[in-house]
């Protein structure tokens, strides 16, 4: 059986059991790896992902894919019905940019403010608290921002449910452990929120 190696309370983690649960895909074992422990910088870890991050695929073959948007992209190749990542070309042109507009401008924000605010890797990394409130106030900006698209769009990218929504969506939860959250006044980003968290993949 093919194995993904993570963390259940990581953000990156959850995208991918999130787009499994959509296409609805269960023939994989979960694999617990212990990350403030360190489990994931060890070397063993390191021989499935140099970079000691997960989450990380093992397929029945043997081999490593990680990079959260690898797994899901492995995945929607193979379970095409669905799709979350587009069927044309301008489909999955416009998934892939706001997939990538929420990862970067809002999920790795939240990940370096909580990263640097907080310590949680100061055995790894050296936290930079100022840089990590920066952080925070960028991602919270970008929550504004997603308000204003989501109110001429039910999703993220366009009419239906896609990666990109997942993306956001885990990015919101995760805000949490920076004490961000929906503001009330965005009533578009809250309207959507709700919709996402009613999905059944929201709890997986
Ligand atoms: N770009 C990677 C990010 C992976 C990542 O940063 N994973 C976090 C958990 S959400 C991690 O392994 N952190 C442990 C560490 O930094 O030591 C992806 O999309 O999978």
């Not at 899901?72 to 489909?91: I, K, Q, W």
């Not at 892939?96 to 640097?116: A, D, K, T």
Request: with cysteine.
């Amino acid at each position: 059986m093919m194995k993904i190696y993570e963390e259940k309370t990581a953000p990156n983690a959850r995208r991918v059991r999130m787009f499994l649960a959509e296409k609805a895909i269960s023939d994989v074992e979960y694999v617990h790896v212990g990350l403030k422990a360190g489990e994931n910088i060890s070397s063993d870890f390191r021989q499935k992902n140099p970079l000691g991050k997960v989450p990380v695929l093992e397929l029945e073959g043997g081999e490593f894919i990680s990079e959260s948007m690898a797994i899901c992209r492995y995945f929607e190749v193979l379970h095409p019905a669905n799709p979350l990542m587009g069927s044309t070309a301008l489909d999955q042109a416009n998934i892939e940019m706001w997939q990538r507009r929420c990862e970067i401008s809002f999920m790795n924000l939240v990940g370096m403010g909580f990263q640097h605010t907080t310590g949680y890797f100061s055995d790894r990394m050296t936290p930079v608290k100022e840089w990590g409130e920066e952080c925070i106030k960028l991602a919270t900006k970008f929550m504004s921002f997603l308000n204003d698209h989501l109110a001429n769009h039910e999703f993220v990218a366009g009419d239906s449910f896609t990666v990109a929504d997942i993306t956001a969506f885990v990015s919101v939860d995760f805000a949490r452990v920076v004490h961000v959250r929906i503001d009330d006044e965005h009533q578009h980003l809250l309207r959507w929120y709700k919709s996402i968290k009613d999905r059944p993949s929201a709890q997986a």
